[in-house]
């Protein structure tokens, strides 16, 4: 039976790749419709009509009446949907939200998923995934086998039980089809436990019996149970307990200061990584080629985008710039409409073109996860490559990190103080930091100019912490589970302080 599914699912996968050429060939005429569209099923509700936009609104009158928003903007109107009032955002009532803690803020955000968004943008934009992977290999046999998805939890909301919130994974498993659950692991009541220590156990259990060809979720996450697993089964790698395991959908975090740890893992040259821009606002952009670097830019799965240049990005009134306008290689503040009820909403992710044609993006970093204490606009991306370098120079492998600054203070410069976890090998302190802070400034001209001689920054000051010291920062802080990510990058010394405190006591 799994092996006419998985006939039946690759002949499917071949007819639907030819859907990806059309926006690598007509992007902008795709991308503009897709905003009439949502013009169009969204202008009766209140929230649009105050605005006066109608049927026939465009572009034009989009962009001047509907304001640029933050999520504390629409926050009221959002619990309100929640509480089950019908036609705020979208015209009907919503029953699930996806939960994102963000990265910097301990504040939950609430994201509605319409029955609609769900179907025509995190499924459709999954299938055109699976497109991706047959046509890359037409010999995977995804549904033959297993396939196991780090999932999150959903829970009903405490002032109406209608309401059901949780991570978006949890909402994509709830909505899965019903063919695709035959070919998942663990079983749903596993995935999607609340009791997170319980639930790797039980899947440490039940998934090492299963032949998995395909896993997907937060590296650092997956890594937690791999190495459980590995323990379990006093295996040497994942492919003595799954030898035919092939891919794996990656998003979330950075994944280079990983890859190494994975390529340990999965020993095999042509297995496959591909990465994911999949959030809790929506599907936007996935690598539709395994051999070329950048993610797709979906642009007729429900989902508008615009951009604010990052020089613009801090400003009251910032300008923002159309797809048609965005430039290879600059970096822009994402600015998202959807058909589930943001209206030029800025997710604060920050997003680099890699191509233009077609329109290939990289994640370079979050508005709110950068340091720029010291003018040397220190992003994610730049963290993440000098990581990695500099633990292939020491042959060491790290595990979770996070960075904040040390103010100049009297005559004493300022520096980054870096807390770092250590998974395997061993260094010392002061040769991380020269290494790291090496790489850095090439990578980073900005910062190379602030480190000139010493002037203003100092070499980074490296605390190398003891491994799962941010995990149990993380649970202390309900920040523990399966999209929780850890902050990285901080412009002030709140959470590093917090983490020092705990280790000191």
Avoid at 87 to 100: D, E, G, I, M
Avoid at 113 to 128: H, L
Avoid at 472 to 490: A, D, I, T
């Amino acid at each position: 039976m799994n092996f006419l599914v998985n006939e039946f699912v690759k002949r499917f996968a071949n007819t639907r790749y030819k859907r990806l050429q059309s926006q690598r060939n007509t992007p902008i005429d795709i991308h503009e419709n897709t905003l009439i569209k949502i013009i169009t099923a969204n202008y009766k509700t209140k929230y649009l009509s105050d605005f006066s936009i109608n049927q026939n609104s465009n572009y034009q009158d989009f962009t001047k009446k509907i304001p640029l928003v933050h999520y504390e903007d629409i926050s009221n109107k959002i619990e309100a949907m929640m509480l089950g009032e019908a036609n705020v955002l979208v015209p009907n009532k919503v029953t699930w939200f996806s939960k994102s803690s963000g990265t910097s803020n301990a504040k939950s955000k609430y994201i509605p998923v319409t029955k609609n968004y769900m179907k025509k943008c995190y499924t459709a934009t999954n299938w055109d995934v699976v497109s991706v992977m047959y046509n890359h290999n037409p010999n995977y046999k995804i549904f033959s086998n297993k396939n196991l998805i780090m999932g999150g939890t959903l829970a009903p909301f405490d002032k109406n039980p209608r309401t059901q919130i949780g991570d978006v994974s949890a909402i994509m498993l709830e909505n899965m089809p019903f063919f695709a659950k035959w070919c998942y692991t663990p079983d749903f009541n596993t995935a999607l436990m609340h009791d997170w220590d319980k639930k790797l156990e039980l899947m440490v259990e039940k998934c090492t019996k299963e032949n998995v060809v395909l896993f997907a979720g937060v590296p650092t996450w997956i890594l937690v149970l791999f190495n459980k697993m590995i323990e379990a089964k006093q295996a040497d790698n994942m492919l003595d307990i799954w030898p035919d395991a092939s891919i794996f959908l990656h998003g979330g975090i950075g994944f280079e200061p990983y890859r190494s740890q994975f390529e340990k893992l999965f020993p095999k040259k042509d297995f496959c990584y591909l990465e994911t821009y999949n959030a809790s606002e929506g599907f936007f952009a996935f690598q539709d080629d395994p051999t070329k670097d950048g993610m797709l830019l979906m642009l007729d799965n429900c989902n508008y985008y615009e951009f604010i240049p990052l020089n613009e990005s801090d400003k009251t009134h910032p300008n923002v710039v159309s797809l048609k306008e965005v430039k290879k290689g600059d970096l822009y503040e994402i600015v998202i409409t959807t058909q589930a009820g943001l209206y030029r909403y800025r997710i604060g992710d920050i997003v680099r073109f890699v191509s233009i044609k077609p329109y290939r993006i990289k994640i370079a970093g979050r508005t709110k996860q950068f340091i720029n204490v010291f003018g040397e606009e220190l992003m994610i991306h730049n963290v993440e490559t000098a990581l990695k370098n500099t633990c292939q120079e020491l042959a060491v492998e790290i595990g979770d990190y996070t960075v904040a600054p040390i103010f100049m203070k009297n005559k004493n410069n300022g520096k980054h103080e870096w807390l770092i976890e250590l998974k395997k090998g061993n260094c010392d302190e002061a040769s991380f930091g020269v290494l790291l802070d090496n790489h850095l400034q090439k990578i980073n001209s900005d910062y190379e100019a602030k480190r000139s001689g010493n002037h203003i920054i100092s070499l980074p000051k490296i605390n190398i912490i003891p491994l799962g010291t941010i995990e149990k920062w993380q649970r202390k802080n309900n920040r523990y589970g399966g999209q929780s990510k850890v902050p990285r990058l901080s412009n002030e010394r709140r959470i590093i302080e917090e983490i020092l405190e705990m280790i000191k006591s």
